[in-house]
Structure formats: structure tokens, C-alpha cells
């Protein structure tokens, strides 16, 4: 810190401590935190109560948050990773069972046994082919109304002042921003 900036107060070193506190008594009631991310709790919980100051703190929940969000980015291209297998298992299963129903259909079996199980010919259910939607009479069809509303032109509208009924501006606030550092500073995430 420079020469020429002041230190936080107590006060807000008790305030950054019960926020740790906090953080951590979160961590600990995650079960899953363990198997999932020792690296998070490694973070926030192995610090010596005697180096306990702000800056300290900060930098292992940056690094925590960090590592979280990681954690986070990855797991989301696992699901995407996985759905696009599930979608391949998906079209192999239809490829196979098609061919399947073709092949005894071709040595007219009505039914085949296999050690994994048996697969058999069935009469299929009759059911309602919509041909051309616009041509079915009215009786025959269920009209639903979907409001969205127009977010963008009410908030145009709330900034000029005009009165919405239902709907008003919420107080903003702050959030927390993080930019990852450019260079290798010493930060590790692993």
C-alpha cells in the first residue's frame, strides 16, 4: 500500500474477517466441496490467523472466485459436450432400432430373443397427422396468448417519467467486475 494511503479502520477489518468467516462457513456446509474443489478450499481455509489481513484475504477469494469460475466455463462445455453425445447415442439407438424393425419385418419374425433381452413387432397406436394447420376449423384448436413484456421501451419510458402500472425501476446498485490479469503475475489456478 503507499505511503499515502490510509489503512482500513478496524472496523472494516472486522467487517472483512466476518466476510471470510462468512465465505468459509459457506464452503464447510458444501458437501461436495471437497471431491469437487479442493483447490477453492485450499483458497480459503489454509491462511494463519496471525497473516490474516485484507489484501491477503482478497487475494485468496480473487483466486478462489477465479478458480470457481473455471470450474464453472468447464462444466458447462462438459454438458455441451455431453449432450451432443447423448444426441449421437440418441441417433445411433433410432438407426438401430429402424434397422432392426426392417430386418423382421424382411423374415417376417414377429419376434426375436436375444440374451440382452427380445425385441418384438407391435401395433402401433392410431394417431393425428397435422397436415396443414391453417385448413383445421376452429373447434379443433386451442389458441393460447403469450405477454412479453418490452423491458427495453419501459425502461426508455421510466427514465422520461412516465408511470407504468405494474412495473418500476429497481435502485441499481453495484455488482463485482473481475478482469483476469494479462500476464503470468504469479497467478496460478491449478
Known sequence: MPSDERGPGPSTIERVVAAWQRTQAGLAADDN???DETVVDVSLTEVEQSKLDVDTILRRMVRAMLYASLRENEAKELKTAMQQREQRYKTRGELLRRDLFDILILTQRERF?????TISLRELQRSVV???LDAVPDEYVTTETV???DKRKMHDDLIEGVVIAGATLSNGGQGLSFRRARSGDGVRVD
Open 33 to 35: 466441496l471437497v471431491s
Open 113 to 117: 430373443v436375444a440374451p440382452e433381452g
Open 147 to 149: 405477454r412479453h413484456p
Open 130 to 132: 397435422i397436415l396443414d
